[in-house]
């Protein structure tokens, strides 16, 4: 589907509304209000620039219209921070990320602890623009940089007996006020399977629209694993850990019969409680847009369906 | 008897016009947002659950006047009964046209087989069900059609109405663990409730003393 390129949000235009905000914080609606825009203009304040080239792997580039960057930043499902949509960016500010290290364990060998600085630098930085389809039943077309977790999987050499990846993400309560309540098992963890996680699409990414990610959407670095619904690919990872058995992830000890390992996007495999076959894009297009159908694998079966052959995917949900 | 001043001002002739512009402003906010493009990246989603949350308050605040009423002795609230009950519809038919309309299209179809698939959507659409019935009785022809004490049977279903608005709330937000907000609701609706059931059993009370 081409999209012609005065669909997508100009730098311009996002300046000038960015500018309108500033204009209502000049007082023009009263100080009240003014204060409040002033926060909506700071929050959105640009992060420094993460320098890339477009990525060569295949399907890691769809043409489709993308999410504003406000949005994006603004609308996330993020609960060490809080249940609401608008909470990580609020609050997510907080969190000291700097100095930060991800330690490898498990069946690998070369375990140890890798820091952000040298993880920057492990391989070249690559733009690739994913859909992202929430279980939820929204989706958003970001683009994100970083490079194939594969990279860095093959660099810590995985024993024969490593069949699956766990991801520990960062617990800190002091800065996360969500750990107070119990909505979820702190830490928050995700798994793959190790096939899924050498996938090329696999992404490990820094940064996105070009600059590195704001603290809500999982910085320093995070988990994009664009087939599958977004609660699979974990923000903020403090651990990856090789294992021979299956992990159990925060969803799944939480509620087993509604969420499973896989979590494949598949329009045929409703949720107990809505039907996955439809999504609500957001990309600015305002509420009269209809609803999209949602595609098997999200969009990627081409390039990822050969990993399950032989899987009954409604039982393995 | 206490609150006589409030009282004479609930019975005043603007008291109604007031109530009715104050109960019109969340849909006056909510009309703003959709022309200042304010409804946030799901815009839809916004409408649904505004909606929603005024149909749900409204609910609360209708449960609240019998206590207001015969407990504090606000008895000029009498007269705002079927106003604030026919609010909490309107918010509940907004909600609905809103999910009919953006969500599924007006596909009928679509819709018959939410309701008859997904709980959440089936007990939120018998509370829907019940308020329309409790609405469409609501003018006095029908409460002498019916007699009193039958059109009061029927309006009591508004505590039914409410928890099945309660659990059609919390199923949806259950999904992803976040019903703090719903069981603040439930607390609200349960001590107006129980205040009813309180109430109910001193008068029994007293009346066993009168007549042993």
Request: charged content about 20%.
């Given at each position: 589907?081409a999209?012609?390129?005065?669909?997508?949000?100009?730098q311009?235009?996002f300046e000038?509304r960015?500018?309108y905000?500033?204009?209502?914080?000049?007082?023009?609606?009263?100080?009240?209000?003014g204060?409040?825009?002033?926060?909506d203009?700071?929050?959105?304040?640009p992060?420094?620039?993460?320098?890339?080239?477009?990525s060569?792997?295949?399907?890691?580039?769809t043409?489709?219209?993308?999410?504003?960057y406000?949005?994006?930043?603004?609308?996330n499902n993020?609960?060490?921070?809080g249940?609401?949509?608008?909470?990580p960016e609020r609050?997510?500010?907080?969190?000291?990320i700097?100095?930060?290290?991800v330690?490898?364990?498990?069946?690998?060998?070369?375990?140890?602890?890798?820091?952000?600085?040298?993880?920057?630098k492990?391989?070249?930085?690559?733009?690739r623009?994913?859909?992202?389809?929430?279980?939820e039943g929204?989706?958003?077309?970001?683009?994100?940089?970083?490079?194939?977790?594969?990279?860095?999987?093959?660099?810590?050499?995985?024993?024969g007996?490593?069949k699956?990846?766990?991801?520990v993400?960062?617990?800190?309560?002091?800065?996360?006020r969500?750990?107070?309540s119990?909505?979820?098992?702190?830490?928050y963890?995700?798994?793959l399977?190790?096939?899924?996680a050498?996938?090329?699409?696999?992404?490990l990414?820094?940064?996105?629209?070009?600059?590195?990610?704001?603290?809500?959407?999982g910085?320093?670095?995070?988990l994009?694993?664009?087939w599958?619904?977004g609660?699979k690919?974990?923000k903020?990872?403090?651990?990856?850990?090789f294992?021979?058995?299956?992990p159990?992830?925060a969803?799944?000890?939480?509620?087993p019969?509604?969420?499973?390992?896989y979590?494949?996007v598949?329009p045929e495999?409703?949720?107990?409680?809505?039907?996955q076959?439809t999504e609500?894009?957001?990309d600015?297009?305002?509420?009269?847009?209809p609803k999209?159908?949602?595609?098997m694998?999200?969009?990627?079966a081409?390039?990822?369906?050969?990993?399950?052959?032989?899987?009954?995917?409604?039982?393995?949900? | 008897?206490r609150?006589?001043r409030?009282?004479?001002?609930?019975?005043?002739?603007?008291?109604?016009?007031?109530?009715?512009?104050?109960?019109?402003?969340p849909l006056a906010?909510?009309?703003?947002?959709v022309?200042?493009q304010?409804?946030?990246?799901n815009p839809?989603?916004?409408?649904?659950?505004?909606?929603?949350?005024?149909a749900?308050r409204?609910?609360?605040?209708?449960?609240?006047l019998?206590p207001?009423q015969?407990?504090?002795?606000?008895t000029?609230?009498?007269?705002?009964?079927?106003l604030?009950?026919?609010f909490?519809?309107?918010y509940?038919?907004?909600?609905?046209?809103?999910?009919a309309?953006?969500e599924?299209?007006?596909?009928?179809q679509?819709?018959?087989?939410?309701?008859?698939?997904?709980?959440?959507?089936t007990?939120g659409?018998l509370?829907?069900?019940?308020?329309?019935?409790?609405?469409?009785?609501?003018?006095?022809?029908?409460?002498?059609f019916?007699g009193g004490?039958?059109?009061?049977?029927?309006?009591?279903?508004?505590h039914?109405?409410a928890?099945l608005a309660l659990?059609?709330?919390?199923?949806?937000?259950?999904?992803?663990?976040?019903?703090?907000?719903?069981?603040?609701?439930v607390?609200?609706?349960?001590v107006?409730?129980?205040?009813?059931?309180?109430?109910?059993h001193?008068?029994?009370?007293?009346?066993r003393?009168?007549?042993p």
């Amino acid at each position: 589907m081409a999209i012609p390129s005065s669909e997508i949000t100009s730098q311009t235009l996002f300046e000038d509304r960015r500018q309108y905000l500033k204009w209502l914080a000049g007082g023009a609606m009263g100080v009240g209000l003014g204060a409040w825009a002033q926060r909506d203009a700071l929050a959105s304040a640009p992060m420094s620039a993460l320098p890339h080239v477009p990525s060569a792997v295949p399907g890691a580039r769809t043409i489709e219209k993308l999410t504003p960057y406000a949005d994006a930043s603004g609308y996330n499902n993020f609960y060490e921070f809080g249940v609401d949509k608008t909470d990580p960016e609020r609050y997510a500010q907080e969190l000291p990320i700097d100095p930060w290290s991800v330690e490898i364990e498990g069946l690998v060998r070369k375990p140890g602890r890798w820091a952000l600085e040298d993880l920057l630098k492990l391989s070249p930085m690559e733009e690739r623009i994913y859909r992202l389809r929430c279980v939820e039943g929204w989706s958003m077309v970001i683009p994100w940089v970083g490079y194939s977790l594969a990279e860095l999987i093959r660099r810590v050499e995985p024993m024969g007996s490593a069949k699956f990846v766990e991801f520990v993400t960062v617990a800190d309560a002091q800065h996360m006020r969500g750990l107070k309540s119990n909505v979820l098992q702190w830490p928050y963890t995700e798994g793959l399977r190790l096939d899924e996680a050498m996938h090329p699409l696999t992404l490990l990414s820094f940064g996105m629209y070009g600059r590195v990610l704001p603290k809500q959407s999982g910085a320093p670095l995070r988990l994009v694993v664009p087939w599958k619904y977004g609660f699979k690919s974990a923000k903020s990872i403090v651990k990856i850990r090789f294992v021979e058995q299956m992990p159990q992830s925060a969803w799944m000890k939480s509620a087993p019969q509604e969420y499973g390992f896989y979590s494949n996007v598949n329009p045929e495999v409703p949720h107990r409680r809505w039907s996955q076959a439809t999504e609500r894009r957001l990309d600015g297009g305002g509420f009269f847009a209809p609803k999209r159908k949602t595609l098997m694998f999200n969009g990627y079966a081409d390039q990822v369906a050969q990993l399950y052959s032989g899987l009954d995917l409604k039982r393995n949900f | 008897m206490r609150f006589v001043r409030l009282n004479r001002c609930l019975t005043h002739a603007t008291a109604k016009p007031v109530v009715w512009l104050l109960c019109l402003l969340p849909l006056a906010a909510l009309v703003l947002r959709v022309f200042e493009q304010d409804l946030g990246p799901n815009p839809v989603e916004t409408l649904l659950r505004s909606t929603g949350d005024w149909a749900l308050r409204g609910l609360c605040v209708v449960l609240l006047l019998t206590p207001l009423q015969q407990g504090v002795g606000l008895t000029g609230l009498g007269r705002m009964r079927r106003l604030l009950g026919l609010f909490s519809f309107f918010y509940a038919v907004l909600h609905a046209s809103i999910y009919a309309w953006l969500e599924v299209g007006w596909l009928w179809q679509d819709m018959w087989q939410d309701v008859l698939q997904r709980p959440f959507i089936t007990v939120g659409m018998l509370a829907w069900l019940l308020l329309a019935a409790l609405a469409a009785t609501s003018y006095q022809a029908a409460i002498r059609f019916l007699g009193g004490k039958r059109w009061k049977q029927l309006h009591r279903m508004v505590h039914a109405a409410a928890w099945l608005a309660l659990l059609h709330f919390y199923w949806m937000r259950e999904a992803k663990n976040n019903t703090q907000e719903v069981l603040i609701y439930v607390a609200v609706i349960a001590v107006l409730q129980g205040w009813r059931v309180w109430r109910w059993h001193q008068r029994r009370r007293q009346q066993r003393v009168i007549r042993p």
